[in-house]
């Protein structure tokens, strides 16, 4: 049978940069959830909900597309 190059079944691993979770902070707010949007008439920050990731703190993690393993 030799050199027939069987192929190994891929491996799955959990991905590294969102640690399995599929998700990752938005990279726009840090995490947060809002941005600042300018002062108000006294000159303290005004804040809105973030455009990114919609006010809830995280997206689709970049690395994995949100599947939380990796295919090798």
Partial sequence: MG????KAAPVRRRC???H???RA???ICSGK???MVGTDGQGRPRFDRCAG???LKHTRCPH???????VS
Avoid: A, K, N, T
């Fill in 3 to 6: 050199g027939q190059g069987h």
């Fill in 16 to 18: 590294h940069r969102c």
């Fill in 20 to 22: 399995g979770s599929g």
């Fill in 25 to 27: 902070p938005c990279r």
């Fill in 33 to 35: 959830g809002e941005v």
């Fill in 53 to 55: 990731c919609l006010g």
């Fill in 64 to 70: 994995c597309g949100g599947e939380g393993f990796l």
